[in-house]
């Protein structure tokens, strides 16, 4: 069983960055492919961002293509997610998420296994 880790979520008005963290002990955390979702209040789980295992490929939301930045160290078994131009619409709980190895990038939170427990990011305006 992978477990995951998020942190790095807190208030920020708007215009502002964060950088949400993705941890594991899991020891073949360099096989998983990646994502970032999040789900605000009332609305269904969302696609943020997604990377391979070995970090060569993304793919994000139209929203968020340009303000967030998915990136990856398997020496380090940590994800992250870069946020920058934060808007109040971004405000939800921010999940990372694995699939099963070297499976391919995936944007449907159904296609993925092991999920964190969620990090609040809430974006004042």
């Known amino acids: 069983q992978v477990q995951l880790v998020e942190s790095g979520g807190g208030s920020v008005q708007a215009g502002g960055s964060l950088r949400l963290s993705c941890t594991t002990s899991e020891g073949t955390f360099s096989t998983l492919p990646m994502g970032w979702f999040r789900q605000a209040p009332g609305k269904k789980r969302e696609f943020v961002a997604s990377?391979?295992?070995?970090?060569?490929?993304?793919r994000y939301a139209d929203s968020m293509a340009g303000r967030f930045t998915i990136s990856r160290d398997n020496t380090k078994t940590t994800m992250w997610l870069q946020m920058n131009s934060l808007k109040p619409e971004d405000t939800a709980i921010y999940f990372c998420?694995?699939?099963?190895?070297?499976?391919?990038?995936?944007?449907?939170?159904?296609?993925?296994?092991?999920w964190g427990q969620g990090t609040q990011v809430t974006v004042s305006s």
């Open positions: 990377i391979s295992n070995a970090g060569g490929v993304t």
């Open positions: 998420a694995a699939r099963r190895p070297f499976s391919e990038l995936a944007t449907r939170a159904n296609e993925y296994t092991y």
